[in-house]
């Protein structure tokens, strides 16, 4: 698989997927440049009136519940829907997961349908498995990658999806596969909205690669890579941001494998 993945990026940037977004106002703008940096094309949109239409026209779809509300849930369910139709790959980021009623009773309608791809931190992907009754901390994670690892399998199997489990360690689940990925820099948790830039890049990927585990994987190594190299030239998180973004701009193929930490 590694031999792969940098042709992935290449892949991706030459075939500069249309990434349509319904995802949250905080980070629509730090999305909507990761996408941009890394070759793909935003669309940042969630009315009702226009979301299949858009779907139609893109090369994938992503889900981000951030900052739900009862008219964007419905643009959620047509635009997924639509998505299925016509056979086009879409991510679910489940922000939020087990914090309320009304949350999880959405991300049931979404998971029913089956997304391509799930990408949540460890207390997101067990609170979207309903495996244990746990607390979570507003968006944050209180529970490690790897306790995640059974919930992630019973998602994959039950939902025939891909299932990427952030935190120190990222862990992407298909069926019994799973790979492990140690890149990244613990700043990268002082920025909000890294997570939701993870799943928009998935997003572009999963539009532009066949195999779909690889194409999560190579997401995720470039944004962990890309962290990880832009907090060596950070004083802070307000510098992290701006090295991040160059950063998946122009990560060459020599940066890529120094630094790549995959375990399977």
Not at 106 to 118: A, D, E, Q
Not at 183 to 207: D, Q
Not at 228 to 240: C, D, I, R, V
């Amino acid at each position: 698989m590694e031999n792969n993945l940098w042709q992935h990026v290449l892949q991706l940037r030459k075939q500069s997927p249309l990434v349509l977004n319904i995802t949250n106002y905080v980070v629509m703008n730090n999305t909507a440049n990761a996408l941009l940096a890394i070759g793909a094309s935003p669309i940042m949109a969630h009315a009702k009136s226009e979301v299949e239409d858009l779907v139609n026209i893109s090369d994938s779809l992503v889900i981000n519940i951030g900052t739900l509300d009862e008219y964007w849930e419905e643009a959620m369910i047509l635009a997924s829907r639509k998505a299925n139709q016509l056979q086009k790959p879409w991510i679910v980021d489940p922000v939020g997961a087990g914090a309320s009623s009304y949350r999880d009773s959405l991300l049931n309608k979404l998971i029913y349908l089956n997304p391509t791809v799930i990408r949540g931190n460890a207390s997101e992907i067990i609170a979207l498995a309903k495996v244990d009754k746990i607390n979570t901390k507003g968006v944050d994670s209180t529970a490690q990658s790897d306790e995640a690892v059974e919930a992630a399998k019973i998602l994959s199997q039950n939902c025939n999806s891909v299932v990427c489990i952030s935190g120190a360690t990222d862990i992407i689940v298909s069926g019994n596969r799973i790979i492990y990925l140690k890149n990244g820099h613990p700043m990268m948790t002082r920025v909000t909205g890294l997570g939701c830039s993870a799943s928009a890049i998935i997003g572009a990927f999963i539009g532009s690669i066949e195999n779909k585990m690889e194409a999560v994987v190579s997401a995720m190594c470039l944004i962990g890579i890309a962290g990880q190299l832009a907090s060596e030239k950070s004083a802070g998180p307000g510098s992290l941001q701006l090295h991040l973004i160059d950063k998946l701009y122009n990560m060459t193929e020599e940066e890529f494998f120094i630094h790549l930490k995959l375990i399977e």
